[in-house]
């Protein structure tokens, strides 16, 4: 096999099943990170108390909610451009040469061959992750049972 081909056989050969499916995991690894670390803001609503009017309330109470985001949209994009090029040279010169005297001939032959072959690859690669993030209110459970513990604190 040619180098030429076996370049174009590694440029397309890319993983772009593995790429895909690393971004997924990724993208659900960082989700199940945003819905702990909201978990863990509502956590911390709850066991803050401020003093107004000389009553002690913690947030949850005030009405303060937990931010939750949700990844909407994930885009993997690749480029990728490559260019090869074989030549082939071959180059023939022949000359001859004949003198003749008076009681001689002379013949002379010179022969130049060269041969080149060159081979040429170039190759660019761009990828790009993108990931679209966008704020979602606290799950409806959740709301009601904020609503029922801010009732509960402020009858």
């Given at each position: 096999?040619?180098?030429?081909?076996?370049?174009?056989n590694?440029?397309?050969?890319?993983p772009?099943?593995?790429?895909?499916?690393?971004?997924?995991?990724?993208?659900?690894?960082?989700?199940?990170?945003?819905d702990?670390n909201?978990?863990?803001?509502?956590?911390?609503?709850?066991?803050?108390?401020?003093?107004?009017?000389g009553?002690?309330t913690?947030l949850?109470a005030?009405?303060?909610?937990?931010?939750?985001y949700?990844?909407?949209?994930?885009?993997?994009?690749?480029?990728?451009?490559?260019?090869?090029?074989?030549?082939?040279?071959?180059?023939v010169?022949?000359g001859?040469?004949?003198?003749?005297g008076?009681?001689?001939?002379?013949?002379?032959?010179?022969?130049?061959?060269?041969?080149?072959?060159?081979?040429?690859?170039?190759?660019?690669?761009m990828?790009?992750?993108?990931?679209?993030?966008?704020?979602?209110?606290p799950?409806?459970?959740?709301?009601t049972?904020?609503?029922a513990?801010?009732d509960?604190?402020n009858?």
């Open positions: 096999m040619s180098d030429v081909s076996r370049v174009t590694q440029l397309l050969s890319a772009l099943p593995q790429i895909i499916e690393r971004l997924g995991i990724a993208i659900a690894e960082a989700q199940t990170a945003l702990r909201s978990i863990q803001v509502a956590q911390a609503m709850a066991e803050t108390e401020i003093e107004l009017g009553e002690r913690n949850i005030l009405g303060f909610t937990p931010t939750f949700s990844f909407t949209e994930a885009t993997v994009e690749a480029k990728l451009s490559f260019s090869m090029q074989e030549t082939t040279e071959t180059k010169e022949a001859l040469k004949v003198e003749a008076y009681a001689f001939v002379m013949v002379a032959a010179s022969v130049n061959v060269s041969y080149a072959r060159k081979f040429s690859v170039g190759a660019e690669g990828s790009s992750i993108a990931a679209r993030l966008v704020s979602l209110p799950p409806e459970l959740l709301e049972r904020l609503k513990m801010a509960k604190a009858p």
